[in-house]
C-alpha cells in the first residue's frame, strides 16, 4: 500500500488563497493553478438528526454535513457514514442487540486496518446480515 500525507486543506483554504497574493515571484500562471487547486467553498453546515428507525422520536444524534447547495436539501434519501465515523460505533453499539452477528462491525474494522480502505476493496456489507437498527 502506498503511504502518503495528507493534509485538511480545507481548514487552511482561505489563509492560503489569501496568501497567495503576497508571492510576487510566483507565476501569475501558477497562483491560478493554485486558487483553482485550493478553491474556496462557500455553504452551510446542515445537521441532521439520527434516529432510531423504530422509534423516530427516540434522537440518538446528529450528523452535521456541508453542502455547497442547501436549496437541494429536500432531495436528501439518506446519509452514509464513514467506517471510521466517530458517530458510528457509539450508533452500533446501542443497537448491538438487535444485529446477528455481535462482532461483525469490529471484523470489518480489522480487515479495513488489513487491507487498507477504498472503494475497490469494500466487499463486505454489514447490512447483508445485521440490521443495526437505525
Do not use: C
Not at 57 to 76: E, M, S
Request: glycine share 6%; no cysteine.
Amino acid at each position: 500500500m502506498l503511504r502518503q500525507w495528507f493534509f485538511n486543506i480545507r481548514k487552511y483554504a482561505d489563509e492560503m488563497l489569501d496568501g497567495l497574493d503576497k508571492l510576487p515571484k510566483w507565476n501569475d500562471h501558477v497562483k491560478e493553478l493554485q486558487r483553482g487547486w485550493i478553491g474556496r467553498s462557500q455553504g452551510a453546515n446542515i445537521k441532521f438528526k439520527l434516529v432510531k428507525a423504530s422509534n423516530t422520536a427516540q434522537v440518538l444524534d446528529a450528523a452535521t454535513v456541508f453542502t455547497t447547495r442547501p436549496d437541494t436539501i429536500f432531495g436528501v434519501s439518506f446519509i452514509a457514514l464513514a467506517h471510521d465515523n466517530p458517530l458510528v460505533k457509539p450508533l452500533l453499539d446501542q443497537n448491538k442487540d438487535n444485529w446477528i452477528d455481535q462482532n461483525a462491525y469490529e471484523r470489518y474494522l480489522e480487515q479495513v486496518r488489513l487491507q487498507g480502505w477504498s472503494a475497490k476493496n469494500q466487499s463486505t456489507d454489514l447490512s447483508s446480515d445485521n440490521d443495526p437498527g437505525l
